[in-house]
């Protein structure tokens, strides 16, 4: 285990070292905030009935958090740390760098964090706690590395991550995570971007052993990981290591092709390839057709040959007249499948401004599923906006013990910042059908 602690301490070492190291002429600017989230903790009356029910004094449970982004500009090198720590203890340490070899840019990353988990406490209520033995582990390597030439954009992103890391936002079955069950593997997936004279735009994106799925850690996502396939000595094109050890796998996972910008006659099309080893060839295509500046009409279609071919169709029409915008989607051309209205207006009075959103959102079997309002207000360094929203749910049941749907309260937000360079403060709470359910405290400031 102590062999895992190692690199923690050894880049905690460096940033420090890094950080004494800044000339006067170096650049250093980034941001520090303080999260403090407070939950209501569920309560019984105890008494003749024993009742589950909201309570007005109840008590809470606390999130806190200490989050930290440092930009370090040495000689055209930016140098990005980015820290977290809460309650749990440390949670991620991401060393990033950006710098430039001519035409090329390089940007290294590592990541250094501690296994959490998703699960649910005594109180019945979601939380996250942390794996054992709880130890900082390094996660991932990342290498992007992007070369433009002539108008034609290459970027490379190789990947070395432990493919076994727990994700934070779900449950994890083993009870113990030591550095003994990590397992790495090796990803890459390389982009190809290329535009020609008339404004067509063609993108080529390759995967082997790596999926475009994010990967995340306590606080830090980022799309790209790892096949856990390529760990394993089944499968694949097997490579012999140069000096022994088990045998590496490198699969083919997908190929993506999209082409946009076409236009023809005021139609402007785009087309998408995917191919994947498991799940066969997908095309999609779709069209868009402006029609005397109020409306887009769409079409889309896809084709996949995955368990013989299939193919769907859809048409839809957009109506944007400022402050309204209603889109319709169709199921082929004619069976009308959901339905939307928006709404957004702006109004300066002297030195406040006043915004204006409200949607309706009507889905085929089932009417109206939701509504939502809101009004922010902003004057100088204070701002403030309050949303309500409605939606489908069960309103009551018939006769026949079948239940009855309508709309219903489903979330109420009220958000408030006040940003007294270089210093900002937030305060934020959303109310629910049992009343509070989070209260959130930001505070920080911008250097």
Known sequence: MARWRTPVVLALLCVSLGL???????????????DIY?????????DIFKLDTPCERTLLSF???????????????????????????????????????????????????TPFETVLDANSQPNVVVIPPGEPLFVKKRLTTILNIAGITLTNLAMFEDVNFPNPGADFGPLIYPAQSQSFGFGDIVTLTGQTVSGITITSTTGFCATLAANTVKKHSAPGSVNPA??????????????????????FDFENISIGGLSVGGVSAGASLNFRPLTGLQFGTSLNYPFMNIATLAFSFSYSAMG?????????????????????SFAGLFELSSAN??????QTLGGLRVSFTGSASVIKDQGLSSVTAGVALTSGTFSANQSVAFTRQVVGFDPMGDPIFGLGFSRLGVNISLRLSPATFTLSATFGKGGLSQLGIITGFVF
């Open 38 to 46: 407070a939950f209501p903790i569920p309560c019984t009356v105890i």
């Open 20 to 34: 004494a190291a800044v000339p006067a002429a170096g650049q250093v600017h980034g941001s520090s905030r303080l």
């Open 308 to 328: 013989g071919i299939t193919a769907d169709d859809a048409f839809a029409i957009t109506l944007a007249s400022a402050p309204l915008n209603i889109s319709l």
């Open 341 to 346: 209205l928006s709404f957004s207006n702006t």
């Open 230 to 251: 390529c760990t394993a000595t089944l499968g694949g094109i097997l490579v012999e290591p140069i000096e022994g050890g088990a045998k590496t796998p490198i699969l």
């Open 63 to 113: 999130d806190i958090e200490s989050i930290t982004n440092l930009n370090i500009t040495i000689s055209g090198m930016v140098v990005t740390i980015d820290s977290a720590i809460g309650i749990a203890g440390p949670e991620h340490l991401i060393i990033q760098e950006i710098f430039n070899l001519g035409a090329v840019t390089i940007h290294p990353e590592m990541w250094f964090a």
